[in-house]
């Protein structure tokens, strides 16, 4: 689903919350964000290669499309910018059509915790000629990836996502479950586990934008990472303009609007196992057109949902 920016009335929060590989020099850190965090606005970001080792094939896939990768550092609470401090991993595939560069476009693939630097490849696949206009930024979001790590212990195997059950027995299994991962999580990381949060990865991407010398920035996100360009519109109003384009790939207040919408978060789950993860070719080339001409698509009742 695709919406141009516009920050929700009410919600709007203050900044502070409460080519060749090297080091890329950013732009002055926004008039709203407080001084006592300008060391990570103005940070210089050291652009390396991205695979870590012969076995990475991920981080490989992106050295060989040309695409650089650095660790960002951002303060683990933000009401204490002078105290602990982690780091973001993100990627760039740089922009080719140089004359008609749009900026940044940072991608999210929602989770939450959902690693997300790969994203340059597989939606430059996606998003064909219009690709070529941004400099697509993939990130792991904070203690995801190759991000600081936060490891509580889980063993589930490939169970990512769980079901609640189909009786009241299955139900009371779940909570048990989901009780005793909180407790490993509260047990190993309780210092951290407050500053875990969708706020505050919302401020991360802000700190990213920054660090990438760019004033504004553009955003694709599918299922959860629809929510996290709310919250990021809410909290930096101001990051948006004309040019950037801002697309929320799940948010059911746009699909009432665009009834042709396949994308997530729709009625329920059944909808991620039958359209995946990024839609069908006909809202990709909406969305591809969206991008291109800042225009929201008209209705197609060929694409029905």
Not at 70 to 84: C, E, F, H, N
Not at 87 to 114: E, I, M, Q, Y
Not at 218 to 226: A, F, I, P, T, V
Not at 252 to 265: D, G, K, M, P
Request: hydrophobic fraction near 35%; include cysteine; proline fraction near 8%.
């Amino acid at each position: 689903m695709v919406v141009p920016p516009s920050p929700v009335r009410g919600v709007a929060e203050r900044a502070d919350g409460l080519g060749a590989r090297g080091a890329t020099a950013p732009a002055r850190h926004p008039p709203t964000a407080p001084d006592r965090l300008a060391r990570f606005y103005d940070q210089r970001i050291d652009w390396h290669t991205c695979a870590l080792g012969p076995d990475d094939e991920p981080g490989q896939a992106l050295d060989a499309a040309g695409a650089d990768c650095a660790d960002i550092t951002v303060p683990l609470d933000y009401t204490d910018p002078g105290g602990r401090t982690i780091t973001v991993a993100v990627s760039r595939l740089k922009a080719t059509d140089t004359d008609h560069r749009v900026g940044p476009l940072l991608l999210n693939d929602g989770g939450p915790a959902g690693p997300g630097l790969h994203m340059p490849l597989t939606k430059s696949q996606v998003m064909g000629e219009v690709a070529d206009r941004y400099d697509l930024i993939g990130m792991d979001p904070r203690f995801v990836g190759r991000s600081t790590p936060l490891d509580c212990g889980w063993d589930l195997g490939s169970a990512f996502l769980r079901s609640a059950g189909a009786d009241p027995a299955a139900y009371r299994e779940e909570v048990a479950v989901a009780r005793e991962l909180a407790g490993r999580c509260e047990r190993a990381h309780g210092d951290v586990l407050p500053y875990v949060t969708t706020r505050n990865t919302a401020r991360d991407m802000d700190v990213i934008r920054a660090a990438l010398g760019a004033d504004t920035l553009s955003y694709l996100g599918y299922s959860y990472g629809s929510y996290l360009g709310e919250v990021y519109s809410q909290l930096f109003p101001g990051r948006w303009a004309a040019a950037p384009r801002t697309l929320y790939a799940g948010a059911e207040a746009i699909r009432e609007q665009w009834q042709s919408s396949r994308l997530l978060t729709v009625k329920g789950a059944r909808q991620h196992g039958l359209y995946g993860e990024y839609g069908n070719a006909c809202v990709d080339e909406r969305v591809n057109a969206y991008l291109r001409t800042g225009r929201l698509p008209a209705h197609d009742p060929t694409c029905g949902a």
